[in-house]
């Protein structure tokens, strides 16, 4: 194993040292815990928004945090759900009285833990909705998931609903926010090498040379097939197909597109995959309102990309544009 770290059981601490060194005047950390939070948080008179999971996925989820997107997440361990107490601390942290969302990706640990820490909240009286992302259409069920998983279609959640939470609206508002969008997103990746987690010290999972994997979970969870690489624009239509089955999307229909790399994949590729995709969008009578292309939700190093649609209205179109200040999505 080949990593810059220090010691394989701090990682994340040692990370989350960095992330606050790089960022001090946007960001603080939770004394005693792996929440990161905004600076000012909690925010008066605002709904909080709080998110996370497992840590390597940088820059998801603590570079979203911040002004116009998320007021907290919480780093688990590598791949590890956070615990219930720290997901605990992130809501009380955030909390300003208008309620808090917590937005959480659709795996077993993170849905179960996350809904503990709830009803700990809700207990202290304070007010806790939450919504589930499964974006991911190239399994329904997979080894962390009933149902279909949540994978980079999460950012753009966490950028309309923080934008409409930033507006002052309520709870229920920013609830149903974050709901129309997850309505509204579908995502599909696939992976060309495997990616080691820290403490294990080997590869996560075995591809050959020749090999790909379509569907490939962000934490190795196994997708549709494994099979012979083939060409970009094979893979880019093969992940955009199954994208538009899903979607149902009509002539003149306006999207986001988000083409993600897992960590180790070139920019240089990143946008061959994004042309691709517009030409096909554009064969469809598809518009594309805004692409982003880039490194939003990764796994380690682990070689592949993402796609990602949003379906677009003129009330999602104005939250997108909004304005953030998170370190990983500013506009």
């Given at each position: 194993?080949?990593?810059?770290?220090n010691?394989?059981?701090?990682?994340?601490?040692?990370?989350?040292?960095?992330?606050?060194?790089?960022?001090?005047?946007?960001?603080?950390?939770?004394k005693?815990?792996?929440?990161?939070?905004?600076?000012?948080?909690?925010?008066p008179n605002?709904?909080g928004?709080?998110?996370?999971?497992g840590?390597?996925?940088?820059?998801?989820?603590a570079g979203y945090v911040?002004?116009?997107m998320?007021?907290a997440?919480?780093a688990?361990?590598?791949?590890t759900?956070?615990t219930p107490d720290q997901?605990?601390?992130?809501?009380?942290?955030?909390?300003?009285g208008?309620?808090v969302?917590?937005?959480?990706k659709?795996y077993t640990?993170?849905?179960?833990n996350f809904?503990i820490?709830?009803e700990?909240?809700?207990?202290?009286?304070i007010?806790?909705e939450?919504?589930?992302?499964?974006?991911?259409?190239?399994v329904?069920?997979?080894?962390?998931?009933?149902?279909r998983?949540g994978?980079a279609?999460?950012v753009?959640?966490?950028k309309?609903?923080?934008a409409k939470?930033?507006?002052g609206?309520?709870?229920?508002?920013?609830?149903?926010?974050?709901?129309?969008?997850i309505?509204?997103?579908?995502?599909?990746g696939m992976?060309?090498?495997?990616c080691t987690?820290p403490?294990?010290g080997?590869?996560?999972?075995?591809?050959?040379?020749?090999?790909?994997?379509?569907?490939?979970g962000i934490?190795g969870?196994?997708g549709?097939e494994?099979?012979?690489?083939?060409?970009a624009?094979?893979i880019?239509n093969e992940?955009?197909?199954?994208?538009?089955?899903?979607?149902?999307?009509?002539?003149?229909?306006e999207?986001a597109?988000?083409?993600?790399?897992?960590?180790?994949?070139?920019?240089?590729?990143?946008y061959?995959?994004?042309?691709?995709?517009h030409?096909i969008l554009?064969?469809?009578?598809?518009?594309?309102y805004?692409t982003f292309?880039?490194?939003y939700?990764?796994?380690?190093e682990?070689?592949g990309?993402?796609i990602?649609?949003?379906?677009?209205d003129?009330e999602l179109?104005e939250?997108?544009?909004?304005?953030?200040?998170?370190?990983?999505?500013?506009?």
């Amino acid at each position: 194993m080949k990593k810059i770290i220090n010691d394989p059981d701090q990682v994340v601490q040692d990370m989350l040292k960095g992330l606050i060194s790089a960022y001090p005047n946007h960001l603080k950390q939770i004394k005693g815990t792996t929440v990161i939070a905004r600076k000012e948080a909690p925010v008066p008179n605002k709904v909080g928004m709080i998110s996370g999971g497992g840590s390597g996925h940088e820059p998801a989820h603590a570079g979203y945090v911040g002004k116009g997107m998320l007021d907290a997440a919480i780093a688990g361990e590598v791949f590890t759900s956070p615990t219930p107490d720290q997901v605990y601390e992130a809501i009380k942290a955030v909390n300003a009285g208008a309620g808090v969302l917590l937005v959480i990706k659709n795996y077993t640990g993170d849905v179960m833990n996350f809904e503990i820490a709830a009803e700990m909240a809700e207990i202290d009286g304070i007010q806790v909705e939450k919504v589930i992302v499964n974006d991911d259409v190239a399994v329904e069920d997979s080894l962390f998931t009933t149902g279909r998983r949540g994978i980079a279609g999460t950012v753009f959640v966490h950028k309309i609903a923080g934008a409409k939470a930033e507006q002052g609206a309520s709870l229920q508002e920013v609830k149903d926010m974050a709901e129309k969008v997850i309505g509204n997103v579908r995502s599909m990746g696939m992976a060309l090498s495997p990616c080691t987690v820290p403490a294990a010290g080997k590869a996560s999972f075995e591809l050959d040379e020749t090999e790909m994997e379509i569907g490939m979970g962000i934490h190795g969870e196994p997708g549709i097939e494994k099979k012979s690489i083939a060409t970009a624009d094979e893979i880019t239509n093969e992940l955009t197909e199954k994208i538009l089955e899903d979607m149902k999307l009509s002539i003149n229909d306006e999207v986001a597109v988000m083409i993600n790399g897992l960590g180790a994949t070139p920019e240089m590729e990143l946008y061959i995959v994004n042309g691709k995709v517009h030409e096909i969008l554009s064969d469809y009578g598809i518009k594309v309102y805004e692409t982003f292309v880039g490194e939003y939700m990764t796994s380690l190093e682990m070689a592949g990309c993402s796609i990602t649609l949003l379906k677009l209205d003129d009330e999602l179109k104005e939250l997108l544009d909004a304005e953030s200040k998170a370190p990983a999505f500013r506009k």
